[in-house]
């Protein structure tokens, strides 16, 4: 089994920055891929980055050159550097483990931008 622990939500003004964290432990044989979702409030969930085992990222449009995804794979732990904050960037951002056809997630942690 493998768990995910989210942290570094909160409150932020527009135009402002958070660094959101999630560590992965259990059964994690080889380096998996990681990213993030978020979904807001009536919304689906969507994807906001991942990275990928090799290191290579990938962004939602509404994203790119505000978000940076990296990782540490000694500590299993992916990040999400988010700066420029936007009031429509205020969702519950869920980290997710692939491995093979098998995706994890974390429990999520609460972004909310105010203008």
């Known amino acids: 089994q493998v768990q995910l622990v989210e942290s570094g939500g909160g409150l932020v003004q527009a135009g402002g920055s958070l660094r959101l964290s999630c560590a992965a432990s259990?059964?994690?044989?080889?380096?998996?891929?990681m990213g993030w979702y978020c979904q807001a409030p009536g919304k689906q969930r969507e994807l906001v980055a991942t990275?990928?085992?090799?290191?290579?990222?990938n962004y939602a449009d509404s994203v790119k050159g505000r978000f940076t995804i990296s990782r540490d794979n000694a500590k299993n732990t992916v990040y999400l550097q988010m700066n420029s904050l936007k009031p429509e960037d205020t969702a519950v951002y869920y980290c997710?483990?692939?491995?093979?056809?098998?995706?994890?997630w974390g429990q999520g942690t609460q972004v909310t931008v105010s203008s």
């Open positions: 990275i990928t085992s090799g290191g290579s990222t």
């Open positions: 997710y483990l692939a491995v093979g056809v098998r995706w994890y």
């Open positions: 259990g059964s994690i044989f080889s380096i998996p891929a």
